[in-house]
């Protein structure tokens, strides 16, 4: 018995190592250090090649930093893997994208990759930039990419944002939410994308696709300095107080 306790405790203390790296693996993506990303993730690799986690982060870093060929190849490999894997599938396609429209990835602020930038043009009174607020994992973080879009879910008094795998990643402040709910419950409908990511942050843009008859004169969001513009009594709908503003001093 003596004999297999050895092998047992050599086992658990790879696997805490790998454990350990695989938490600074994901802690570099966050911080958008990809060159330090690459390299942590093909140690991990190097311990396990079939690591399916560990090959999308070193997809995601190449990815980042422009080399679009090495992402494609890595993305690939993960679906001779697993055929079926959501985080490769979705990137394939946004590289296939990219390619078709013969357009070159732009870097966005901290190191994020914008793939359109026309998801982001703001219009007043139809987008939003938000930060949200009770963040999921780091873990789940690090796997997203600016230009993915999220989708807004209603609770009773909440508003979360989850992705297509309606996985929770965060949720929207609370008087935000609340105007939200009003407006999405009436007949408003909106497209959300996320804009940035970083250690302690998922900002996320919110734009207006159509607006209900009922709110044909009620803006979604307010500009600077404009009074506030609470919807009618009549809709039976909370009252919005502060005005949402159009600027990243807010954020």
């Not at 250090?33 to 396990?48: F, P, T, V, Y």
């Not at 992705?163 to 909106?190: F, R, V």
């Not at 513009?229 to 039976?236: G, T």
Request: aromatic share 6%.
């Amino acid at each position: 018995m003596a004999d297999q306790a050895v092998p047992q405790n050599s086992t658990y203390e790879i696997q805490t190592q790998q454990t350990q790296l695989a938490n600074c693996a994901i802690n570099a993506a966050i911080e958008n250090d990809w060159k330090r990303a690459i390299d942590l993730n093909k140690q991990l690799l190097g311990q396990n090649p079939q690591d399916l986690e560990a090959h999308n982060r070193l997809g995601r870093a190449h990815l980042e930093l422009g080399n679009l060929e090495q992402a494609k190849k890595i993305y690939q490999k993960v679906l001779r893997i697993d055929p079926y894997n959501i985080i490769a599938q979705k990137n394939l396609k946004r590289l296939a994208k990219v390619k078709s429209n013969g357009k070159k990835l732009s870097s966005c602020q901290n190191g994020t990759n914008q793939f359109d930038n026309q998801i982001f043009v703001a219009e007043p009174g139809k987008t939003k930039l938000v930060n949200l607020i009770k963040l999921t994992t780091p873990t789940i973080l690090s796997s997203l990419c600016c230009g993915d879009e999220v989708f807004l879910h209603l609770k009773r008094h909440s508003v979360s944002v989850c992705d297509s795998q309606d996985q929770y990643l965060g949720a929207l402040p609370d008087d935000l939410s609340h105007h939200l709910i009003a407006l999405i419950t009436g007949g408003n409908k909106y497209q959300t994308f996320i804009k940035k990511i970083t250690a302690n942050a998922l900002q996320v843009f919110i734009r207006e696709c159509s607006r209900a008859k009922k709110f044909a004169n009620q803006p979604s969001f307010w500009p600077n300095g404009s009074p506030n513009c609470p919807i009618s009594s009549r809709e039976k709908a909370p009252r919005y107080e502060p005005p949402f503003e159009e600027t990243e001093e807010e954020i």
